[in-house]
C-alpha cells in the first residue's frame, strides 16, 4: 500500500485557475518524499485535498490506502500535519499544547516523552507558548502533528523563517521519524531543505508535477 497515491487530481478555481492540474503521484511507505516547488506551484492545494479540506474538480487520492473524499477521520487520525502557517495558544505553556493534541487524537501518549522528542525540556514545557521563540514554536507545533505516532508525517514549509539551528531541528526530527519507520511529506520551495532530508523529490509547477525522482536522479538529469 502506498502512503499517499493521487490519480489525475486537479483544482480548478473559476474557469481559468487551476491550482493543481492532472497531478499523479506515488509516495511509498517509509520513505521522505519532497514536494518541490516555488510559490503558488499548488503544493498546498495538494495537501489540501489529501486532507479533505479542499475537494478537487477532478481526480481522486487516497492516504495510507483511505479515500481522501471518504475517509478522511481515519486519515486524520493516522497522520500528522505541520501546516503552514500553524498558530499556538500564547497563553498556553508548551505542555498544554501536548496535553491538548493529545486529547483531541484520543491516544495516550506521555506528553514528557513528545516533548523530548523535540527538545523542549521541563522548563521550556512550563512556559507560555507566547514566550517562545520561532525555533520553539515549530518544534512544538512538530511535536503537536507526533502525537499518537502517525503513520505518515506532513510538513508544509516546515522551515519557513527558522535560523539554521531550527533548521537542522527540523531536519533531525524528520529523519528520527523516518528511522522508526513513518513516512514524511516534506513540501518546500527551498531546494537544499529537500536535498538534505528526502529519498525522491517531486517537482511541481505551475500546478503540474514536472520531475519525479531522487536526488542523483534529478541532479544527473541537469
Ligand atoms: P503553494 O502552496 O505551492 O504556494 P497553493 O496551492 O497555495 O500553492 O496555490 C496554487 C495556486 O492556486 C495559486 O495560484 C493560488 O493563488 C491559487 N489558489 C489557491 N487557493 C485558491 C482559492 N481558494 N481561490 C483561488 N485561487 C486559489
Ligand atoms: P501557502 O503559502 O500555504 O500556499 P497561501 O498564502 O497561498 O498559502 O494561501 C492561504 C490561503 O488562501 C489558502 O487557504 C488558499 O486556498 C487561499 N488562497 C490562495 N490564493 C488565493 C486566491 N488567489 N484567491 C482566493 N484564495 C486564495
Known sequence: MAAIETQNLTKRYGSDVYAINDLSLTVEEGEVFGFLGPNGAGKSTTIDILLDYVRPSAGSAT?????????????????????????????????????????LKGVNDDPDDVLDRVGLDASAAARPAGTYSKGMSQRLALGM????DPDLLILDEPSTGLDP????????????????????????????????????VGILNRGRLVAVDTIDGLRDAV
Open 63 to 103: 492516504v495510507l490506502g483511505y479515500d481522501a473524499q471518504r475517509d478522511a477521520d481515519a486519515i486524520h487520525q493516522r497522520v500528522g500535519i505541520l501546516p503552514d502557517g500553524y498558530s499556538l495558544y500564547d497563553r498556553l505553556s508548551g505542555r498544554d499544547h501536548i496535553e491538548f493534541a493529545v486529547d
Open 165 to 200: 539551528d531550527g533548521i537542522a531541528d527540523i531536519r533531525e526530527i524528520t529523519l528520527d521519524h523516518a528511522a522508526d519507520g513513518g513516512t514524511v511529506f516534506f513540501s518546500s520551495h527551498i531546494l537544499s531543505q529537500v536535498e538534505a532530508v528526502c529519498d525522491r
Open 145 to 148: 502533528a507526533l502525537v499518537g
